[in-house]
């Protein structure tokens, strides 16, 4: 995104979904029609994994992975094997930009049989990954259709390297923190390189811990930050502890308590809930304001976890991520604007209303950006 757009993009993420779930009814099985059906409703870009650790550690090579959870409708809920990922990933690219969709890079870090994200040790080694996969996007010629690169998926909390490279871990007893100044160096580091290689491309790390020490986090070096924003994110709902969810991920006991309790406790308590997601959005507007850099959202504003299970029914959740859009659209901070993360063709409760995903994406790319965000943009390297 090294020229801000005129007006939000419209965005989704498919994660490692785009990759993984190639199955029948998985929904990615046709890319060709995944997205003339992510077209139809009006979206622009979609944001993907480009598994940046195994495209450096081997460009032809197929590759196992350990499934994250079986309880969630993203990627594989089995092991499997993906096909060699640089082919795959221009291939999909080259699709989207028939289509006019540009696309965000970004990785989970999965993990394959030989772990090998593991072995990155340093910023130096992050920054390479990043550079090796690129590369082989600019050699294809398809760099137009990149707005932008996130080195790590909600860091840190999918940057399980990290944790095994912590210089405290010996005597630390509290949880490894973004503000600490190994850790700000390391984001700092990682982006230079890169950027070094690549000055056109739009840089950041994404994350969704941050909300009440914004004002502590050094993101000078960020081109854009992309908040994630939850009306059920614990660090400032009581919803997930309420209803007795704690991310179980190869149990369903989690999605029975949310069945049971979600809906029911949300609307017993409406006002205060919506009043803890909009007072989400209005922090990272204020850190937006206070950094002039832009925002992109693309895992937001309901439910953190939710798919097409029995009990689990989506209108509240499209009225509640509806109305969070149209908050949203007002601030002229967003440069890229999600309606869920579960804007995908596997949720098919969601999927299938495509009447209400083309408001939300009319909106979406009709509203104003503040003249600041360019400004700032056009100052940087």
Avoid at 241 to 266: L, Q, T
Avoid at 341 to 346: A, E, V
Wanted: proline share 6%; with cysteine.
């Amino acid at each position: 995104m090294a020229k801000t757009p005129t007006h939000p993009y419209a965005i989704t993420m498919w994660d490692f979904s785009w990759i993984e779930r190639r199955w029948p009814g998985a929904g990615y099985e046709d890319w060709d029609l995944a997205l003339d059906e992510l077209a139809e409703r009006g979206y622009d870009t979609v944001r993907i994994d480009a598994f940046p650790h195994l495209v450096s550690a081997d460009p032809d090579k197929a590759w196992d992975l350990v499934p994250v959870w079986n309880q969630t409708s993203w990627g594989a809920q089995s092991p499997i094997t993906i096909p060699p990922v640089v082919p795959a990933l221009l291939e999909f690219i080259r699709k989207c930009a028939e289509r006019d969709i540009k696309v965000g890079l970004s990785t989970w870090y999965r993990e394959d049989t030989d772990n090998l994200r593991m072995n990155i040790r340093t910023p130096q080694d992050q920054a390479k990954i990043w550079i090796d996969t690129i590369r082989h996007v600019a050699d294809a010629g398809l760099m137009d259709s990149i707005i932008y690169v996130d080195l790590c998926n909600e860091f840190l909390p999918w940057a399980p390297y990290m944790f095994e490279h912590d210089p405290f871990k010996a005597t630390r007893t509290s949880p490894l923190l973004r503000t600490e100044s190994w850790v700000e160096e390391w984001m700092r580091d990682s982006i230079e390189l890169v950027r070094a290689e690549f000055p056109g491309v739009d840089l950041t790390y994404s994350f969704t811990n941050e909300f009440t020490t914004w004002r502590e986090q050094d993101v000078s070096s960020f081109d854009l930050l992309e908040p994630h924003v939850w009306m059920s994110n614990p660090v400032v709902s009581d919803l997930h502890e309420r209803v007795g969810y704690h991310w179980e991920r190869f149990d369903p006991k989690g999605f029975d308590n949310i069945v049971k309790y979600a809906r029911k406790y949300y609307e017993e308590d409406q006002e205060r809930y919506d009043g803890l997601l909009f007072g989400m959005i209005d922090t990272v507007a204020d850190w937006s304001r206070a950094t002039g850099l832009g925002l992109v959202t693309t895992e937001c504003w309901a439910m953190v976890d939710w798919k097409d299970w029995p009990g689990l029914e989506w209108d509240w959740i499209l009225d509640l991520n509806a109305r969070a859009v149209e908050y949203v659209v007002q601030q002229g901070r967003w440069t890229g604007i999600a309606t869920s993360n579960f804007c995908g063709p596997q949720f098919v409760g969601m999927w299938r209303e495509v009447e209400w995903h083309q408001r939300m994406t009319r909106l979406i790319k009709s509203a104003p950006i503040d003249a600041d965000i360019a400004a700032t943009r056009a100052r940087r390297p």
